[in-house]
Structure formats: C-alpha cells, structure tokens
C-alpha cells in the first residue's frame, strides 16, 4: 500500500512556480553571462506559508 504525502513542496501551486523559478534562472543566466555584461541580476522569491507567491526577476546593467 502507498500513501500519498503532500508536502507544501510538492503542491500544485508550488509545482508551478518551481517551474517558472527555473525558467526565470534560466533566462537571467543567459542574458548575464556573456561578454560585455556588467551589471546585477536578482531573483526574488516570496514566500507565505510554505506556498510560494511571486516570483520576482531583475537585471541591471552598469553603462561604462
């Protein structure tokens, strides 16, 4: 017999927003490293009992 455990990491909503966070990382990681880049990237996440809420995505580039 299985049993089923639903963690606040394995719910739906949660799921959901791990797969947006990796694409997130994935697009800032791209646009970043590469030649000519200077700046900062952040990547936020908001979090509200255990089920995350937002995802926030920044890039800042210095003009040299």
């Known amino acids: 017999?299985?049993?089923l455990i639903m963690t606040h990491a394995?719910?739906?909503a949660n799921q959901k927003k791990m797969s947006q966070l990796h694409?997130?990382?994935t697009e800032?990681?791209?646009e970043i490293l590469q030649r000519g880049f200077?700046?900062?990237a952040d990547l936020e996440v908001?979090?509200?009992d255990g089920t995350i809420q937002h995802i926030r995505r920044r890039v800042e580039r210095v003009m040299k």
């Open 28 to 30: 800032i990681m791209g």
């Open 10 to 12: 394995t719910s739906p």
């Open 46 to 48: 908001s979090v509200q």
């Open 1 to 3: 017999m299985f049993v």
């Open 23 to 25: 694409l997130a990382l």
């Open 38 to 40: 200077h700046g900062t």
